[in-house]
């Protein structure tokens, strides 16, 4: 059975970084898209990086230079996040496929939602 359990996620000042860590049982596929989500109250769940299979990456427009999605060898799912601010505190989760990532202009999908297994999430909070 696919587990994700998230990690990482504290309390920090508007500046500081964190690194969270997605530990993945039973990896479901050779070639599966993982990636984070977050989801602030209030507002719905939206991606916040993805990385295909051959280590292609997309992240969405507000974390761009500031967060960097990874994996290792065990398909863990890592997300650093530096320069953090007030709006990107949200509960994280990681979300991991049976397949590879939907394409868009080849890079992988940010819209993309019917990931097969997630996880149950890690809480950010950024004070300004």
């Known amino acids: 059975q696919v587990q994700l359990v998230e990690s990482g996620g504290g309390s920090v000042q508007a500046g500081g970084s964190l690194r969270l860590s997605c530990t993945v049982t039973k990896y479901p596929a050779r070639s599966s898209c993982m990636a984070w989500f977050r989801q602030a109250p209030g507002y719905e769940r939206e991606a916040v990086a993805v990385i295909d299979s051959d280590g292609s990456t997309n992240y969405a427009e507000p974390v761009k230079g500031r967060f960097t999605i990874s994996k290792d060898n065990a398909k863990n799912l890592y997300l650093e996040m530096n320069g953090l601010k007030p709006e990107d505190s949200a509960m994280y989760y990681c979300?991991?496929?049976?397949?590879?990532?939907?394409?868009?202009?080849?890079?992988?999908?940010?819209?993309?939602?019917?990931?097969?297994?997630w996880g149950q999430g890690t809480r950010v909070t950024v004070s300004s």
């Open positions: 979300a991991v496929d049976k397949w590879g990532c939907t394409l868009i202009s080849d890079s992988p999908s940010m819209v993309y939602r019917g990931y097969a297994y």
